[in-house]
Nanobody, 119 residues
């Protein structure tokens, strides 16, 4: 059974940092995209960042968030710096997109971790 388990969420003040981790088990995701998405209350799930051999990120987080992966640990990470209140959301880890890496149509999803940024 494939599982993605996120950790590292929490509450921080504006300008703070958090590092999210996502550990995959049940199969290896070496040659496929792994990504991070987020969903704020009342909003659709949106793309944050993805990585295969190259990383990609949404314009709203460029220069502040960095995605990385460790294939030996079957894990992906999201370093979030200079956090803003508008970054508040549930953050989801995902693996193996059915189409492009931006659309939230991945095969595997984690359960989500809450990130709250206060002003």
């Amino acid at each position: 059974q494939v599982q993605l388990v996120e950790s590292g969420g929490g509450a921080v003040q504006t300008g703070g940092s958090l590092r999210l981790s996502c550990a995959a088990s049940g199969r290896a995701f070496i040659n496929t995209f792994m990504g991070w998405f987020r969903q704020a209350p009342g909003k659709e799930r949106e793309f944050v960042a993805a990585i295969r051999w190259t990383s990609y990120s949404a314009d709203s987080v460029k220069g502040r968030f960095t995605i990385s992966r460790d294939n030996a640990k079957n894990s992906v990470y999201l370093q979030m710096n200079s956090l803003k209140p508008e970054d508040t959301a549930v953050y989801y880890c995902a693996a193996e997109p059915r189409g492009d890496y931006v659309t939230p149509n991945y095969v595997y999803w984690g359960q989500g971790t809450q990130v709250t940024v206060s002003s």
